[in-house]
């Protein structure tokens, strides 16, 4: 293949993937390893960062041979789950410890204690999140004081910190950069979002040492080249997103108020707005949607913790289908006579309730509840939470949406979807090409090395294929919603 390419890598929660793009962003091919989850106790969530590198180099591998070898990849863009956080030490590059999850909930305890000195304002004043151990200041200081001998040897310079991003970064480039962008920065509770640096402040009250953290670069920058013995040549790594902010990239959501929802292992919303970092009153998440050419545009977020985990719960424990899929089909066919409320708070609830020590149940089964009836909870109830987010961000101030652009696993299930618009009362809008988060970092990658010569061009690439519009009665959906608010009342706080 002659013309230039685009080689996009997803590192997510539950797998490993990459993509290669044309350059008009097309996919190409595709390459997925799925990634292991590691459950020492309850409410902590581990990673291999040794399985995550090894299955990225695997479909690195996999993608460029399906297209004709390395000649023509004109660069690399990278996309990750935020907040898990990797400790190395910089001579070997070897971790300390496993990669710990954005997920993981071992840090609540220092999150409280630091909340009750008043620490809680000034995190979020300058870093615009809500302490909460989801981010990843409370999972650095832990590694460092229960790795045996890991402070220490981070006071002397020996250990480096990253996100994800920053540990492929490095292996990617063979040592040689340590470096993250603006967005992922941003959700680590030690990042200055409005002066845009680490702060002293912030690094203090989590006992982190300045020299473990990698420099903060534009969204599209030089992040280095590959070594030329992974792949048969140096590769130019020119764009570093959080995927969050990368689906709203793919989303083309560069317009101030465009709103999009993306469905994976959680479900994340974010809106764009533009050159104000917004602040919630309502634990929503201020937060850096990109930074280009020195340019910081902010987003508000709001996060739900477990999404398409709900699905996979139903499926690998309670074996009630053998395919992701098949969930449609079976919610299509629920026929009991109550309805049934799902609150898949497996480990906490996200935005805007935050409480960590919420667990998830089943409300109201009687003897007429089939398994499809709970399948259709569990699909409502990913798209309840969705809304109780829309409502949190209209209470924040935020002009009111028409339109709610979707992605992810879960956005191609129709059914879902409509029942969305529904409850939300907004128009759903699915894209042809759903993955988009692999695909802003595409699109970013493309910008540094100029197959796009301007956001533009990226928002020309972006076309519909599925609509769905507002259906249901607004007293049926008052009904929904107070049953789904009394469902969430009774799962909060700790079961004694």
Not at 134 to 139: E, G, L, P, Q
Not at 340 to 349: E, Q
Not at 391 to 398: E, I, K, L, R, S
């Amino acid at each position: 293949m002659s013309k230039r390419r685009i080689l996009a890598i997803d590192q997510g929660t539950t797998s490993t993937r990459a993509v290669m793009f044309d350059d008009h962003a097309k996919p190409l091919a595709t390459a997925q390893v799925p990634l292991p989850q590691i459950y020492p106790r309850d409410g902590w969530v581990e990673h291999d960062p040794e399985e995550i590198w090894a299955a990225t180099v695997k479909v690195c591998h996999d993608v460029i041979a399906h297209t004709g070898g390395i000649t023509g990849v004109a660069a690399i863009g990278i996309t990750n789950q935020r907040e898990t956080s990797v400790v190395w030490n910089r001579a070997t590059g070897k971790p300390i410890h496993n990669a710990i999850v954005w997920q993981d909930r071992r840090g609540a305890p220092q999150c409280d204690e630091l909340r009750a000195r008043g620490a809680d304002k000034i995190i979020q004043a300058k870093t615009g999140l809500v302490i909460d151990s989801y981010f990843s200041a409370t999972k650095i200081s832990w590694l460092l004081d229960h790795v045996p001998g890991a402070r220490a040897a981070a006071e002397k310079g020996e250990l480096a910190f990253g996100t994800i991003d920053t540990f492929l970064l490095w292996r990617l480039t063979g040592g040689a950069s340590h470096a993250t962008d603006a967005t992922n920065a941003s959700r680590t509770m030690l990042y200055d979002i409005h002066a845009g640096a680490w702060d002293m402040e912030l690094l203090n009250l989590f006992n982190v040492p300045a020299s473990i953290l990698p420099t903060v670069k534009n969204t599209v920058d030089d992040f280095g080249a590959t070594t030329p013995n992974l792949f048969g040549a140096g590769i130019p790594i020119k764009a570093l997103v959080g995927d969050q902010q990368s689906a709203l990239v793919g989303q083309a959501g560069f317009r101030e108020g465009l709103i999009k929802c993306t469905y994976g292992t959680g479900c994340f919303v974010l809106i764009n707005t533009g050159t104000k970092a917004f602040p919630s009153k309502n634990k929503l998440l201020t937060t850096i949607a990109y930074k280009l050419d020195g340019k910081t545009t902010y987003a508000l977020e709001g996060s739900v913790f477990n999404a398409g985990t709900a699905v996979q719960w139903l499926r690998d424990q309670l074996k009630l289908f053998g395919t992701a899929a098949e969930s449609e089909a079976m919610a299509k066919s629920a026929a009991g006579t109550g309805r049934t409320f799902f609150v898949p708070a497996f480990t906490g609830l996200g935005a805007p309730h935050w409480d960590p020590d919420a667990r998830g149940a089943i409300l109201g089964i009687t003897r007429d509840t089939s398994a499809a009836d709970i399948v259709r909870a569990a699909l409502e109830g990913v798209c309840l939470q969705t809304q109780d987010l829309l409502a949190t961000f209209m209470a924040d101030g935020v002009a009111a949406p028409a339109v709610l652009r979707v992605d992810g696993g879960m956005s191609a299930n129709n059914w879902m979807m409509q029942f969305l618009a529904d409850v939300s009362g907004l128009v759903v809008e699915r894209p042809a090409y759903r993955e988009t988060t692999v695909l802003g970092a595409a699109f970013l990658a493309g910008l540094g090395v100029g197959l796009f010569a301007s956001l533009t061009d990226v928002e020309s690439a972006w076309s519909r294929d599925f609509m769905a519009t507002p259906a249901m009665t607004p007293a049926a959906r008052q009904s929904v919603l107070r049953g789904w608010a009394e469902a969430v009342r009774r799962v909060r706080g700790p079961i004694p």
